[in-house]
């Protein structure tokens, strides 16, 4: 396996398709290229206009090749997490090698075996997550390569999404000309980004992804991903009434709850926070005006997400994470913890060039696919890699020309030594 690896990533949210262009190399994760183009073609739980997704991931890969200069051929995708199931089960096999030593060939016997599993044709398999390893009696997470035993035991979690919404964004993938590398579920890609799954050995962690029509919830508990569930309420009924009482467009009412409010204070201020203009006529809204306007909205989404995450409560120490485009709101964490009664926190990647919150889940998508490696063996990228180091590695060499003044050396000289009249 090489130790430059370049992968592009892909989710397709309900307002705008995200690709990220990431590079492994020596165990670091570096970010080549961010591109987010505004689509309206999907919605928590069906695509609505396939040709708008196509449009706009054909867009976004055309415009990372002409920055990069290579074509992106595949992409590592995300989907949705309406109505994703899980299935969890042991898989044991017969530990074939001759010296009885645990192969990489036994794992992926193990794995196979469990893909075997039947599932409702309402649902199509897009993960297999291998949890832990049972060698002689003994539990491990990491893979037991090199063990001796004559049976290999795997606790395996079978990820499966909604049939028709996971083949209807594959197939707005490949119209758009790019093949799919793997599938993960969105909140799956965030625990990766975020290290939830590690978290989540010792205690609960719920993850909100808060995008603009809808909150998934997914919930985190002994090192797995235990279940999702997708609210249909989002930022965008957040400030719905602040749209239709002062007429400002939904995209802007969004980015104000993002970055020009607070919720956590105590008096807010009669400072403007936004002008805009309307048939010539100039109108303002100040923090105080626009806070008293979505106060009722968010309290209750703040409500609604209190109520699903009460019985998980009941159960045991729990933080609850905030991320996507709701992880980018001041405040929001502390009306939720003040309402919960355990730790809300915000989470914003610190990958430069990807501190988002709303790239959280496509960065994730690297994570992911790159655990996967050891076991499956692909070694593809997603890019044409003759190209892309063609066009790293090019240096334009300096055209000699004849006159001296070309050079700072020249122009030096010229100053001083130029010949007085």
Sequence with gaps: MSDKQIFASVEVADHEVRLIVGEFFNTRFNIIKVERIPCFGLTYDRVLNADEISNALRKAASNT????????KKVILAIPSYRTKKYSLKSTVDVTGID????IQDVRNAIKKAENMSISKEYALIQTVPVKYIVNGIATRRIPLGEKCSQLSVDVDLLCADRKLAYELVGCVEKAGLQVLDIFPDVYAVGKEAALFEQAVEKQIVVLKVQRESTTLGLFRKGRLATSAVLPSGLGYLVSDCVEQ???????????????????????????????????????????????????????????????????????????????????????????????????????????????AGLSACLGL???????????????DSLDMDAFMKSVSYREKKKETDSKEDTLTSKLKGLFFEDKK
């Design 366 to 380: 690297f994570y992911a696919y790159q655990d996967k490696l050891p076991i499956s063996g692909y070694i593809d």
């Design 246 to 356: 002062y007429g400002i467009k939904t995209n802007e009412a969004i980015e104000l709850l993002k970055y020009s409010v607070r919720f956590n204070q105590k008096v807010y201020t009669d400072n403007p926070v936004y002008i805009w203009s309307i048939n010539g006529t100039t109108k303002t809204i100040t923090e105080k005006q626009f806070v008293e306007c979505v106060s009722q909205n968010v309290s209750t989404w703040v409500d609604i997400i209190t109520k699903s995450c009460s019985p998980i409560l009941q159960a045991g120490p729990t933080t609850v994470i905030i991320t996507d485009e709701g992880g980018e709101t001041e405040g929001l964490s502390e009306l939720l913890s003040g309402k919960l009664g355990c730790s809300v926190k915000c989470y914003i990647p610190d990958t430069l060039g990807g501190r988002n």
């Design 100 to 103: 009885g030593v645990i192969t």
């Design 65 to 72: 090749k002409r920055t990069i200069g290579a074509e992106i």
